[in-house]
Every structure is written in C-alpha cells, then in structure tokens.
C-alpha cells in the first residue's frame, strides 16, 4: 500500500476499500454528515476555542 492506493496488479487500482463495504443507506448517512459539517458556521472558530477555553464556553459557542 503506498499512499492510500492498494495496487492489486498491472492494471487494478483500488481506492477508498472501506467505502466499497458501505451499502447505500451508510453512505447517504455519511454525505448528509459531511454536509451539514460544511455548512456549520464558525467551524474554523469553534476548532481554536474548544483549544482554549473551558467545555461550557464551547456547548454556548456551538448552541448560537
């Protein structure tokens, strides 16, 4: 395995094998989580408070 490709031959390349196992339902869960993490606002800010500050002030930041 060299950089996250699993070479399988001359020709066969295989990415991502964990997301092969995932049936549709799995995977439709998956891009409405990533998609709601993208729509998050203040997600960069949230990441350098909770390094901060205390567990209540981070609950009041991700609650507005």
Known sequence: MAAGVDFLGDANVKLNKEDTNKNIIEKI????????????????ALVIIRANYDRSIILFFEIL
Request: hydrophobic share 45%; aromatic share 24%; proline share 6%.
């Open 29 to 44: 869960f998956e891009w409405i989580g990533k998609f709601i993490d993208t729509i998050k606002p203040f997600k960069s």
